[in-house]
């Protein structure tokens, strides 16, 4: 499985926009990329995933380099509920979901 | 409620006893999947099964034992366990080998071994 690297821990201000980063310089051409986020004393909560292209959806926006070796989670207006750990994870065909430490995103009022 | 189950919600035991964890989803899953969480650590994964077949053990002690009567029902029956057992056992659950196709994650057993 394709390894990943994220900062240990973020912060941010809430109403203002945050950028996770991911790097997986040894990703394949089959692998997506996922991104899951784990609220204090609960389980993680699938985000979104990409394999190419960027993507949207009701909770993210996901950024994937032109080479995809590197992505960026993307929360528009961060609020005090979006405090969690956010996991970045390379997944394939037949392969586990594989957590990381991932970062810790902290939001200020 | 994510559409995955798991009770207790809370579990204190000591060494010698005997208990189950018990998981359940109703989502049309395949894969079912026992992860462990200790504290400020990341998540292990366990236990793989898909359609009912166990696919992978993770090197666990045999104090851990999984069943899976059905693609719905997942447990993980607990025994003799040590006191560094102690940990947030998460259930989850997809569609296997559907790489594009998330996990939705129930919201854990809280393990205390006393």
């Known amino acids: 499985d394709a390894k990943t690297t994220q900062p240990n821990s973020m912060e941010s201000n809430e109403e203002e926009p945050v950028h996770l980063p991911c790097n997986h310089s040894?990703?394949?051409?089959?692998?997506?990329i996922h991104w899951y986020r784990q609220l204090p004393s609960q389980g993680p909560e699938y985000v979104i995933h990409?394999?190419?292209s960027n993507v949207n959806n009701r909770m993210a926006s996901l950024a994937i380099a032109e080479d995809r070796k590197s992505s960026t989670l993307i929360l528009h207006r961060a609020t005090l509920r979006d405090a969690a750990v956010y996991y970045c994870?390379?997944?394939?065909?037949?392969?586990?979901?594989?957590f990381g430490q991932g970062t810790e995103l902290s939001v200020k009022p | 409620e994510t559409g995955v189950t798991q009770t207790p919600r809370h579990l204190v035991m000591g060494m010698t006893n005997k208990k189950s964890l018990k998981c359940e989803q109703h989502l049309g899953h395949n894969a079912m999947y026992w992860y462990k969480q200790s504290a400020k650590k990341p998540l292990e994964l366990m236990f793989v099964y898909n359609f009912k077949e166990q696919t992978e053990n993770n090197s666990v002690p045999s104090r851990f034992s999984p069943e899976c009567p059905n693609s719905s029902h997942l447990f993980l029956h607990l025994h003799t366990l040590q006191p560094e057992d102690s940990a947030l056992y998460l259930c989850?659950?997809?569609?296997?080998?559907?790489?594009?196709?998330?996990?939705?994650f129930g919201s854990g057993t809280r393990l205390t071994v006393v």
């Open positions: 989850a659950s997809s569609q296997a080998d559907r790489e594009n196709y998330g996990y939705t």
């Open positions: 994870i390379i997944y394939n065909q037949g392969g586990k979901l594989i």
């Open positions: 990409g394999l190419t």
């Open positions: 040894t990703i394949s051409g089959t692998d997506y």
